[in-house]
T-cell receptor
Framework: DVKVTQSSRYLVKRTGEKVFLECVQD?????MFWYRQDPGLGLRLIYF???????EKGDIPEGYSVSREKKERFSLILESASTNQTSMYLC????????????FGPGTRLTVT | GEDVEQSLFLSVREGDSSVINCTYT??????LYWYKQEPGAGLQLLTY?????DMKQDQRLTVLLNKKDKHLSLRIADTQTGDSAIYFC???????????FGTGTQLKVEL
């Protein structure tokens, strides 16, 4: 079974702190994604990566950066956390197959106070 | 741009059929998907349909696709309490490996 793990289920940080969210997949998938999920807004794509050291902006990249130094690991960085970044963060990975099925991690609920 | 819309809530009685609807805008999408999110969990793929099909059935699930109206629906037969979850439709497009998700429909199954 494909497994996507995220470093924390719950995280509480203060405004202005630098925050790292880690995601690891064990299926050698080429593509990895970071979303945030907010009630009534669904999932919004922050960044994605289709190869090591490659990254592409999604729909809402402002205030975030990413890093993909190894194929299995994709990190989301909040350079200076703000209260409007309080959200559920979901990581996903997918192979380069025609169906582009995405496999999701359990999510990290981040609260910025 | 791409936009995927769903109603936010649906309530059904146990044993009834549930129909969750979705409209999308990208007519070039090759695949359309239904994902399920149980409380406290990530999303799990339920089923997908290729754009040249108009129906796909998988046990209790039936997906209908109307390409002309850009309308996708998911029917769950004999809905059970374990089906209570948020259901997301998604379209593939805008670069192949990217998906655009809808807002999600919260399905509540009442006894």
């Amino acid at each position: 079974d494909v497994k996507v793990t995220q470093s924390s289920r719950y995280l509480v940080k203060r405004t202005g702190e630098k925050v790292f969210l880690e995601c690891v997949q064990d299926m050698d998938h080429e593509n990895m994604f970071w979303y945030r999920q907010d009630p009534g807004l669904g999932l919004r794509l922050i960044y994605f990566s289709y190869d090591v050291k490659m990254k592409e902006k999604g729909d809402i990249p402002e205030g975030y950066s990413v890093s993909r130094e190894k194929k299995e690991r994709f990190s989301l960085i909040l350079e200076s956390a703000s209260t409007n970044q309080t959200s559920m963060y979901l990581c996903a990975s997918s192979p380069d197959s025609p169906e582009y099925e995405q496999y999701f991690g359990p999510g990290t609920r981040l609260t910025v106070t | 741009g791409e936009d995927v819309e769903q109603s936010l809530f649906l309530s059904v009685r146990e044993g009834d059929s549930s129909v969750i609807n979705c409209t999308y805008t990208d007519s070039s999408s090759t695949y359309l998907y239904w994902y399920k999110q149980e409380p406290g969990a990530g999303l799990q793929l339920l089923t997908y349909i290729f754009s040249n099909m108009d129906m796909k059935q998988d046990q209790r699930l039936t997906v209908l696709l109307n390409k002309k109206d850009k309308h996708l629906s998911l029917r769950i037969a004999d809905t059970q309490t374990g089906d209570s979850a948020i259901y997301f439709c998604a379209e593939e497009g805008g670069g192949g490996n990217k998906l655009t998700f809808g807002t999600g429909t919260q399905l509540k199954v009442e006894l």
